[in-house]
């Protein structure tokens, strides 16, 4: 079930329909595409993610989702333009028949979009009543076993924690009085909760990040994760970042531009959805390059981050990136990064891999934050007391690791001293 069944979310859907059709490639799905090493290098043992681990079929996953337009899934995908007319053509009797359920949504917490297809109710607590019956709804006409949501809507305003947030006794009476500091995100996150249904926020919306959600998962045992699909510049500087730490290069400025033309563009050019977006895109340096342990090399770095709404790009977004570094000595050096990508080209197999992955979490009976699945997030949840570990390779050394876990395999540490012995 997604939320939001704009350009990512169709872009997913009409993804996994083209891949299951045989027309297209899982392209960027570590569940379908990744292999994982098992064993000493010796072994020769390196199978596919999906012949290690029992995962889910995509020809198991059934779609549905809310929207506040009334496009069905095809109408939204041409409207979005991310997919080609000949392959939407292919799968469009498939897309045609998911029409979007009425939407929670409030543009006070949105306020470049609006839309008709939203839900009317008494209060908080009757919208997410609402939601709940959708989700029996779905699960019901489609003879469901599991459910996975994944936000894949817009960027809500900036939101801090609320004394609302701090117990599910306290949220609860707060969604019966309509308190402000619930945002609409944070409705569907406890109606998902509430139905045992593992949920992923594909944005940097405070939603599932407070006490009273964390405490609602473990209550009911239910897994989740997220924020803010890792898709972009963030991505870049993921892998950028620890290769400069590795070398120990001072870094004296990183400044990040963004230009995009699609909805989530449009959202963001509102100053208070930016804000949202600015903090989960400027946490990343200060987690990976830690400059409380190297203050000669980070302390001080100006770190800029820009976006900007630029209607003719559309969902083919550009970033920016200038990289002031220095080395041996103290001499200075630039890195200067050109991105041009496909936002809901590489948020897709995002989504994907996250429905299946938390699909197997809820069966492996885990709950609550699961870490690592941090390998696809720009702003991971973890622990209390803990810092969000931001390296990209140490995600996917802890995602490959959960997985050898799992299946009774021996974890891999890369030393290797064996072999020398």
Known sequence: ??????????????????????????????????????????????PLVKDFVPLADLDDIVFGGWDIFEDNCYESAKHAGVLEHDLLEQIRPELEAIAPWKAVFDR???????????????????????????????????????????WCGSTEIFLTETPAHQSIEAFEKALEEDDPSIPSSMIY???????????????????????????????NQVPITGKDFKTGQTLIKTVIAPGLKARLLGVQGWYSTNILGNRDGEVLDDPESFKTKEES??????????????????????????????????????????????????????????????????????????VIFLDLAKRAGWSGIQEWLSFFFKSPMHAKNLYPEHDLFIQSMKLKNTLRYLMGEDLITHLGAEYYD
Not at 326 to 331: A, S
């Open 281 to 354: 895109k400027k946490s990343v340096l200060d987690y990976i390059l830690q400059p409380d342990l190297y203050p000669q090399l980070y302390k001080d770095i100006c770190h800029v981050v820009r976006i900007n709404y630029y209607p003719p790009r559309g969902d083919n977004k550009e970033g920016w990136d200038n990289i002031d570094i220095f080395g041996w000595l103290g001499y200075p050096m630039q890195l200067k990064i050109n991105f041009l990508c496909r936002d809901s080209i590489l948020a897709a197999p995002i989504v994907l891999d996250l």
């Open 1 to 46: 079930m997604c939320v939001g069944l704009g350009a990512v979310a169709t872009t997913f859907i009409a993804g996994v329909l083209a891949v299951r059709k045989g027309i297209a490639s899982p392209i960027g799905s570590v569940t379908q595409m990744g292999t994982i090493r098992l064993g000493k290098r010796t072994e020769g043992r390196s």
């Open 189 to 219: 996150t406890y109606a998902a909760l509430m139905e045992g249904v593992p949920y992923a926020n594909g944005a940097p919306n405070l939603s599932v990040d407070v006490p009273a959600m964390m405490d609602l998962a473990h209550k």
């Open 108 to 150: 006070q917490y949105v306020k470049r979009l609006d839309g008709p297809n939203v839900k009317k109710g008494r209060n908080k607590r009757d919208l997410a009543e609402q939601l709940r019956e959708d989700i029996r709804a779905f699960k019901k006409a489609h003879d469901l076993s599991r459910l996975v949501m994944i």
